[in-house]
């Protein structure tokens, strides 16, 4: 049986200030998020993973190189780990996206395409191929994705088999793990969002 675990980027300047990302943001991890990475360093060593896997966006590969280089082992960007591209919404709050959402029926909401952007639906069904490509790869062994909280909570009913409207319920902080163990078959929770190796950052 393999391991997965799921590892959302250290902090940005934009998370603080609760605005979205833009798709290819150049914004980097702000001194907290670096701390919060390299703290997640040590929290690895003891699930020994022998490949670090990230999104394509530059707090993602930040992380994950930290993570790779102080590990020693190698890391891979995989575009289909990015965040959603909610189109015209990025940069925005996130309270101004959830005015547009919350009239919406859940089924609206997951089909809906923001202008220049992609539906939940797309999102979720470039995550979970992601996701079993990369399960497929490595039968047997701990891998690690640096990815983002929105991506995290997309795949969570993907991972457990629960109706995809539960993936509001799950939070994500910034460099928590959440750990599935995997087989031929399905996912098994380890845990979700632990952030206990952060105490204090």
Do not use: C
């Amino acid at each position: 049986m393999g391991r997965l675990i799921l590892i959302r980027h250290g902090e940005t300047d934009k998370n603080l200030n609760k605005n979205l990302h833009t798709v290819n943001d150049a914004q980097a991890l702000n001194l907290t998020g670096r701390e919060q990475i390299e703290a997640t360093v040590d929290r690895l060593k003891e699930l020994f993973p022998s490949k670090i896997y990230s999104s394509t966006e530059k707090r993602a590969v930040e992380s994950a190189q930290i993570l790779s280089q102080r590990l020693e082992i190698p890391m891979e960007e995989i575009d289909g780990m990015r965040e959603w591209n909610l189109g015209v919404f990025t940069g925005k709050s996130s309270e101004e996206v959830k005015n547009v959402l919350s009239p919406m029926t859940h089924q609206e909401r997951y089909d809906y395409v923001p202008q220049e952007g992609e539906s939940w639906r797309a999102f979720e069904m470039r995550l979970i191929t992601a996701i079993q490509k990369i399960a497929e790869d490595n039968k047997d062994k701990t891998v690690a994705i640096v990815t983002h909280g929105g991506a995290i909570k997309a795949l969570m009913p993907f991972l457990l088999k629960v109706p995809n409207e539960e993936s509001f319920n799950y939070k994500v902080d910034n460099a928590s793990l959440t750990i599935f163990d995997y087989d031929e078959k399905s996912f098994h929770k380890v845990s979700i969002n632990d952030a206990s190796h952060l105490s204090g950052k």
